[in-house]
């Protein structure tokens, strides 16, 4: 199988190349494509290893750089949103794996979808915005989506255990992030530094600021109501403080089937290269002996704001998920860099959705206007 890896230099795309390298021997996985935003170093050790036939680099000046210092290799190195599209669509890859952070993975994804490769989609944002525009387009193609977000990917799998018409709720687990059972006021002046210590997982900064907000979970909920073609009501958000029920459905007969294993984002990027085949994984089994307990709650979106904002935007539907993502993105963005407070996140994401309406069928084209005027118009305080 020939891959493409958008976003290579992350925390999921470095996992899914050590997934290639987990597999060795035992399926033959050919890395032909790999992409970054601006971390030369590590491309180029990337493009030595796994001698990618393309790499792109979002920004010029460092695809530039990258092109000086791979002259040697016969990698060809593009650039820009252009640079991305080429190695989704024409890199001759059968699966694209769509882990860029954020809306800049739309058009690349959708390009992949096109061109008829089967897409391993850990980019929830993508979903968030264009959901239906990206769904018809995959029913059109008839390609595979492949769900690599840990609590999608427990769906699909314990969907196995019963028809569709069978379904009656989704269980979507979530840790609760670093700030679980804290009031509004244990949450005033909270540090970066706290929101990025995540309890059990280790991730990318934007995830890990939106799991600390709770809009991770938000984010979740609408990528679930696409993937698995359900009502917003019929996902119900669960804590799981441990991360060991990664998620779970209920059938009519209220029996609740589940997918557990140890927090590692490499058991879903494993199951999207290799499914319908399982095969020997390198991760730790579970052992429940030594977890003893599991531990589950109810969330607070009351205190947790972002998850109610993400829930009501994709219920009004149209524009106003780009709109709540664009915010939230641009909020966190702003928080990292610590020009704004924690809370202030959730006060711009609602802010920003009630100066919109909710316009319904929207092109990709319009979508990206309205996510780049959102981003100006915050970026400019208003
Ligand atoms: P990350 O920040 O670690 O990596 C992001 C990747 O995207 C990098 O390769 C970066 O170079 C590239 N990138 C960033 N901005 C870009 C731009 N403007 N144009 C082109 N490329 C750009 O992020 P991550 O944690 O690996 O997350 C990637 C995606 O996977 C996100 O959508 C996230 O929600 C989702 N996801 C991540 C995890 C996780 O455990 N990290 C789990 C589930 C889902
Ligand atoms: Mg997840």
């Not at 959708?110 to 979903?127: H, M, V």
């Not at 929101?195 to 600021?209: Q, R």
């Not at 590692?264 to 089994?285: E, G, V």
Request: glycine fraction near 6%; proline fraction near 3%; charged fraction near 25%.
């Amino acid at each position: 199988m020939k891959v493409s890896v958008l976003g290579s230099t992350g925390s999921i795309g470095t996992q899914a190349l050590e997934v290639v390298d987990d597999l060795k021997g035992i399926k033959d996985i050919e890395v032909v494509a790999i992409s970054g935003n601006s971390n030369i170093s590590l491309l180029e050790e990337q493009i030595r290893k796994y001698k990618p036939e393309y790499a792109a680099v979002s920004d010029k000046s460092s695809a530039d750089k990258l092109r000086i210092a791979v002259a040697d290799t016969e990698c060809k190195v593009l650039s820009g949103q252009e640079g991305l599209c080429h190695i989704a669509a024409e890199s001759g890859a059968d699966m694209v794996l769509s882990s860029i952070v954020g809306f800049a993975g739309l058009v690349p994804t959708i390009c992949a979808i096109e061109a008829g490769c089967d897409i391993a989609l850990a980019n929830k944002e993508t979903l968030v915005t264009a959901g239906k525009l990206f769904m018809d387009a995959i029913a059109e193609k008839g390609v595979r989506l492949l769900p690599v977000d840990s609590e999608h990917c427990a769906i699909f799998q314990s969907l196995h255990g019963g028809k569709p018409k069978e379904l009656s709720k989704i269980l979507l687990t979530a840790s609760g992030g670093p700030f679980f059972g804290r009031t509004r006021d244990e949450l005033v002046g909270v540090k970066k530094e706290q929101a990025l210590k995540h309890p059990n997982w280790s991730m990318g900064a934007k995830i890990t600021i939106d799991s600390a907000t709770l809009m991770n979970k938000g984010l979740e909920v609408l990528e679930a109501r696409w993937l698995f073609d359900v009502d917003i009501d019929d996902i119900e958000v669960v804590v799981q403080r441990e991360s060991i029920i990664h998620s779970m459905v209920e059938f009519c007969d209220k029996s609740v089937i589940a997918q557990l294993s140890l927090p590692s984002m490499k058991h879903p990027i494993q199951y999207a290269f290799t499914y319908p085949d399982r095969l020997p994984s390198k991760d730790d089994r579970v052992s429940f002996a030594d977890i003893a307990k599991l531990t589950f709650a109810k969330p607070d979106e009351d205190t947790f704001r972002c998850l109610a904002l993400a829930k009501k935007a994709g219920k009004m539907g149209g524009i106003m998920p780009t709109v709540m993502n664009a915010a939230n993105e641009v909020a966190v963005a702003k928080f990292l860099r610590d020009e704004i407070e924690f809370l202030e996140i959730a006060e711009i994401v609602e802010k920003t959705m009630d100066s919109y309406k909710a316009e319904k069928n929207v092109s990709i084209e319009q979508i990206a206007e309205i996510d780049k005027e959102v981003r100006q118009s915050i970026e400019r305080g208003n």
